[in-house]
């Protein structure tokens, strides 16, 4: 609360019922303005004509920049069915290169995860009776493919932990992606980067999914200027006078 100042802007990132709160919280300050941001959930779809090996390399990238903790690290892969096997022999082959150790070793790619993130980590992988999946056990975690079940409760991770899962058909996606939405209590996910050649899926998916920002063929983290969410668009937000 004494933070809160009157007439001010305000840009919250949070669950539905995180920025309800807050909202809830800065009517009596007279805000000049709240931008609603959501939360993270950053996803990536691989379709069935995208090139399998590019897409594995950069979805264990996104999933691992800042050990997992970026709020635009990918958390969830929806994967064609018919490329699914090899999607998930491609992207554990390449996790392995991912492993948490002392951050001053010179090739290291994924810093030390906390202790207690290790173990957050490890009690919601073991509650879905597959932490036999998780790499690094018992004093770190290394990048983790996890493969779900469609009815599988997965969310963000304080490490590097990627959950994987199969769909047959665009509307499978869909209704698979609206669940985790719904069980995330978020209305928006953070990012989502789509996988495939046909730019034209790309963006029927880009106007069917509520997501603040989209990527083709390009990992999670890597930065979009000109779109919601980073750089120019809370820069216009800010100085809109509206």
Not at 28 to 50: E, F, H, Q, Y
Not at 114 to 138: M, Q, W, Y
Not at 152 to 159: I, K
Not at 166 to 179: A, M, P, S
Request: hydrophobic share 35%.
């Amino acid at each position: 609360k004494k933070l809160v100042l009157e007439k001010s802007n305000y840009v919250i990132f949070g669950s539905n019922h995180t920025i309800e709160k807050i909202e809830f919280s800065l009517k009596s300050t007279n805000p000049r303005k709240i931008i609603k941001m959501g939360t993270g959930l950053s996803i990536s779809i691989v379709l069935n004509d995208a090139d399998i090996s590019f897409a594995a390399d950069e979805i264990c990238n996104s999933a691992s920049i800042d050990r997992g903790n970026d709020c635009v690290s990918t958390n969830i892969v929806y994967v064609d069915d018919s490329i699914f096997n090899n999607f998930l022999n491609e992207v554990n082959s390449i996790s392995h290169k991912y492993e948490s150790k002392d951050p001053f070793i010179e090739d290291n790619i994924v810093g030390h995860i906390h202790p207690e993130s290790v173990d957050i980590i490890k009690a919601k992988i073991t509650s879905l009776n597959k932490e036999h999946l998780l790499r690094g056990l018992p004093d770190t975690i290394h990048l983790s493919v996890i493969e779900l079940n469609e009815d599988d409760h997965f969310e963000e991770f304080p490490g590097p932990v990627l959950g994987v899962r199969k769909f047959k058909g665009i509307d499978h996606f869909y209704f698979l992606f609206k669940k985790d939405l719904g069980k995330n209590n978020i209305e928006k996910n953070l990012v989502s980067s789509i996988f495939t050649k046909n730019e034209k899926l790309f963006e029927q998916i880009s106007n069917n999914i509520p997501s603040f920002t989209f990527k083709l063929n390009k990992g999670s983290e890597k930065m979009n200027f000109l779109l919601e969410h980073q750089g120019i668009y809370i820069i216009k937000e800010l100085l809109d006078k509206k």
